[in-house]
């Protein structure tokens, strides 16, 4: 298995462009979270989706921010428009569930918004 | 709230001591804690997990302790390497199996020549 696949790897735009991110979870993973991570803040939960549907929403910052998983192989993490206080590490994880099982991360995408 | 905290925030040590990591946490009714390593432009990978009955747990040179009554656990690294140099996240897990895992914000590990 080729493990939580993200792109791209790193994403440098100007303040006020539309950004997509992208996560293909490991096949059979019916959980998959979007995090974003900085040095102040650590891992912060963005969504997670059970299988496809979104489950929990309350960490999105702010209407600029939206996810999408349309199927079971594929989603997105969209910001437009995007801000300099959006830069951050974004991962992607999936799993067998929520807590008694451990995630599997991506090797995240690196956005920074100039 | 759950929470869980870390300390220190980051540490310095030279190649072939030893460290120990700190975690305390609120999250209830506990389930499991794990420790995780990730490496600088890489994502976060799991290297122990406890559960409640459990003591002490290792997995090569890491050593993993946890006390349920007190609410805490370490992660003793013994004769470092360069290689250990990473963040060291604790992460724990409640009962319900219903809510996300709670994160720490890591402990930042240099191991220097």
């Known amino acids: 298995d080729a493990g939580v696949i993200q792109s791209p790897r790193h994403e440098v735009t100007e303040m006020g462009q539309e950004v997509t991110l992208r996560c293909k979870p490991i096949?059979?993973?019916?959980?998959l979270f979007w995090y974003r991570q900085t040095m102040m803040r650590g891992l912060e939960l963005l969504i997670y989706?059970?299988?496809?549907?979104?489950?929990?929403d309350s960490g999105m910052p702010e209407d600029r921010f939206s996810a999408k998983m349309p199927n079971a192989s594929f989603s997105t993490l969209k910001i437009q428009p995007s801000e300099p206080r959006d830069s951050a590490v974004y991962f992607c994880?999936?799993?067998?569930?929520?807590?008694?099982?451990?995630?599997?991360f991506g090797s995240g995408t690196r956005l920074t918004v100039v | 709230k759950n929470q869980v905290e870390q300390s220190p925030q980051s540490l310095i040590i030279l190649e072939g001591k030893n460290c120990t990591l700190q975690?305390?946490?609120?999250?209830?009714?506990?389930?499991?804690l794990r420790w995780y390593k990730q490496d600088t432009g890489r994502g976060p990978v799991s290297l122990t997990i406890?559960?409640?009955?459990?003591n002490t747990k290792s997995n090569g040179r890491y050593t993993a302790t946890l006390d349920a009554d007190t609410k805490q656990s370490s992660l003793h690294i013994t004769a470092s390497q360069l290689s250990d140099s990473a963040s060291y996240i604790c992460?724990?897990?409640?009962?319900?199996?219903?809510?996300?895992?709670?994160f720490g914000k890591g402990t930042r590990l240099s191991v220097i020549a």
């Open positions: 994880a999936s799993s067998l569930g929520t807590g008694s099982y451990g995630y599997t």
């Open positions: 096949s059979g993973h019916d959980y």
């Open positions: 992460v724990v897990s409640d009962y319900s199996g219903n809510t996300p895992l709670v």
């Open positions: 989706f059970n299988n496809n549907v979104p489950i929990d």
């Open positions: 975690c305390n946490y609120t999250v209830s009714p506990f389930s499991n």
């Open positions: 406890m559960t409640f009955s459990e």
